[in-house]
């Protein structure tokens, strides 16, 4: 490394990563000493707020939201997009709970039944079908709570009948 005119140039690339080093325990050794320099002149006395404890409830990103997210809080009510997500979540368990009731129902029925298995085979087609149609209404909620929805990781899947029916082990077609 040699030097002129108050300017270094590094020769090598281990001369150039030792003098990185070197620049940068000096920088973490300044700043702790112009801190240090600091308390000791005591330009940290009188802060605004000194000796009161942090109100560390407040959210300094919601800066527009403040009055909102605090008026919500005061009277336990959760944003509307928690309250759309609860709504869809129970939609979609109620429907889960009755495709399992039916399969099951259809399943046994159909395992005993002798004459009537067209019957059958057609209610359960009809069923299969009007939960095409939730289904189709449910993803509609599920886009438009996506679109909403703050957070990357409280994203709600779309359901398709394949793996709802897959879910409980039943086929689409009941033969």
């Known amino acids: 490394m040699t030097q002129k005119d108050d300017k270094t140039t590094v020769d090598s690339p281990a001369e150039m990563a030792e003098y990185r080093a070197r620049l940068r325990h000096e920088r973490v050794?300044?700043?702790?000493?112009?801190i240090q320099d600091g308390f000791e002149q005591g330009q940290f006395d009188n802060l605004p707020g000194k000796g009161k404890p942090l109100n560390l409830n407040k959210n300094?990103?919601?800066?527009?939201?403040?009055?909102?997210?605090e008026l919500l809080k005061e009277n336990d009510l959760p944003p509307v997009w928690i309250l759309q997500r609860n709504e869809i979540l129970a939609?979609?368990?109620k429907l889960r709970a009755e495709i399992e009731r039916q399969w099951a129902w259809h399943q046994r029925e159909f395992g005993v039944a002798r004459s009537n298995k067209d019957r059958l085979t057609i209610s359960w087609d009809d069923y299969c079908l009007k939960w095409i149609d939730e289904i189709a209404e449910l993803n509609k909620g599920i886009d438009a709570f996506n679109l909403k929805r703050p957070f990357d990781n409280m994203e709600i899947f779309k359901l398709t009948i394949a793996t709802e029916l897959e879910r409980v082990q039943a086929p689409r077609w009941l033969r």
């Not at 050794?29 to 112009?34: A, G, R, V």
């Not at 300094?60 to 997210?69: I, K």
């Open 60 to 69: 300094p990103y919601a800066a527009d939201m403040e009055l909102a997210n």
């Open 91 to 93: 939609k979609v368990a």
């Open 29 to 34: 050794d300044l700043i702790e000493e112009l």
